[in-house]
């Protein structure tokens, strides 16, 4: 199938081959009909896209603060590579279309195969010929409505929330600035909320269309205080919607002089936002910003998971605010098709954007994209990118996952080991697939993995995804024979674990990403010492908020089953044994913005006598050093700070090394999971492996309990 991709880094936009998209249980696959190009919102992002890296570090001097941050700490060299990594990220355009359901997700009910919908969400609802919809971000569109007007549900969602927040009265008079798409749609919903409706903008023919489609006055933005005064008989607006799109502070100003006392500026476009203090203060307006197309928006739990807020606590949600916005067409209370200037065929969708860039030197307002009918699915389940042979003697690397760190990280870093052919990648979208499989150069790429694992010529998988998708396919890897390197954890949950071992024979590998053991500080570290050991690990982990998915714990597991297993890996590398009892115990606080095990003190004892103690801490201040190691015995002490110095304090003489990059082990770690396949002995043994997951659990367990936990494996 075909999905419109534009690269973030050069700009560039194109038309794609990319994999359709898989059906998850809380959704519906779309086949798209019709698609509208926001002609404010994309033309934003494609001129963003297309800026120089000097321009766009201008644009955002809070991420380049980040990168100087990032920088200071790992290194020069290992920063770049990860910025220009995440620069290189594909993006998908669109966000909002009509069209009809293909397939069907378990859990959802009320939609059904050949149902037209209506869909909106960036990332969602997509220029593709086929996307995947949560089931709280599509409705069904009413047979009086056709598709080109239901095309429209999002930027309809966006001014009617507007509108909602602005709370206007039968009889009010109300000013719009600003007449793109999103003011002539506020104009329409204020005239069928009763309102009389005074509106401005700097295009002539848009403020003709407005007073076409029942505006009762439009004037340019210049005379807009003036005629405001003369609208409302000197007493001003009783609420301003600044739909307009500028840097410019002259709206909110604006709006502040046209407003009677305590009336009501809402703000849905993006404007300079320097409150004039005096006027807004002297007339107790207030002010009040728009969020996009609703409660629900940028909530995961409710756009992803498919959790409904109650309707009687919030009775226009996203998903209520298309149904509304789709029944005043149904109506003919709005007329989103009088907006439209310009259609274009799919296949030609690159002339929308030469219109957006002003290389068609034409007028425009509404751009409508239409699709062909009649898609069959298992066509798109794998793109072939190339027919080159694959040597089955080799490593031939079947991918799944390609989120940031696999980008940054995993890869860059695979690439620079001989031996590995990258042959078959799976990611969760066409997107994602396609501009990862071209940068790497992978044969095939897909969004269901089990194309992978079926794959004859693919005989090692790496697994990526999020958290709670690891033990799935790792058990699928051992069943099918395949070497498996997963990223860490190795699972989420002890079920999975004992699952997994079940499943364990020893025939196939399987390697957990545990990259710190195979660093060479830690491999110094390890050399200097022997039999029973102390050691003090303390990582400044900074905060990760509740929001994020690796605090779910249906999907991350937490940061200590997610995180904590690295440095007890690390802990159990340099002692030479398995953990045989854990004690951990937490920060008690009252601001639970993060979770309190997000703080924790753990103690491990080893079956060999040794000891070691892990502080991970994510409420402390992020310009300290993440990681710092203390290693005491055998007349030995040691220091690691953050894989970039080594001190070793020994027979009374101290020893410095110090690098200008982190070395955290990747390359290592993937050298030796190569050596393993080619007949070496198993780089972690899986005992080891799994005598650290468990002891997540544990460390879980006597958080929970107060207690000592001893690890009975």
Known sequence: MKQLIQSFKTGELGLFDVPAPLCLDNGALVQTTASLVSAGTEKMLVDFAKKSMIQKAKDRPDLVKQVIDKMKKEGVKNTLEKVFTKLDTPIPLGYSLAGKVIKVGENLSGINIGDRVACGGAGYANHAEINYIPKNLMVKIPDEVDDIDASFVTVGAIALQGVRQAAPLLGEKIAVMG???????????????????????????????AKKLGCDEA???????QRANAFTGGRGVDAVIVVASTSSNQPIIDAAEISRMRGRVVLVGMVGMDVPRNVYYK?????????AYGPGRYDSQYEEKGIDYPYDLVRFTEQRNFESFLGLIQEGKVTPKALITHYYEFDDAMSAYDLLEGKIKEKYLGIV??????????DHAVIKRYEKSVGLDKINV?????????KSVILPNLQKVDGFSLVGLCTATGVSAEGTGKKYDFKYITTNSDELFANGEINTVFITTKHNDHANKVIKAINNKKHCFVEKPLCITQEELEQIKLAYSGQSLVQVGFNRRFSPMIKKMKDQIFGQISINYRINA????????????????GRIIGEVCHFIDTCSYLIGSDVSSVFATTVSKSDQSIPDEDNVNIVLNYKNGSTAVINYYAYGDTSMLKEYIEVFGNGISMQMNDFRELVVYKKGKITKEKHANQDKGFIGEFKAFKDAINGAKPAIDFSSIYNTTLCTFKILESIKSKSLININE
């Open 542 to 557: 900074g905060v990760i908020p509740k929001d994020v998915w690796i605090q779910d714990r249906q999907i991350g597991g």
């Open 369 to 378: 994209l239409k699709y062909k009918a009649n898609l069959y699915l298992k």
């Open 219 to 225: 004037c340019h933005a210049s005379e807009l205080i």
């Open 283 to 291: 007339k107790e307006l207030e002010i009040k910003l728009s969020m």
């Open 398 to 406: 079947g991918l799944i996952g390609a989120g940031n760190f696999t």
């Open 179 to 209: 007449l793109g798409l999103l003011g002539q749609l506020t104009v329409q919903l204020l005239k069928a909320n009763g309102c009389k409706v005074i509106a401005s903008d700097i295009d002539p023919s848009k403020m003709q269309l």
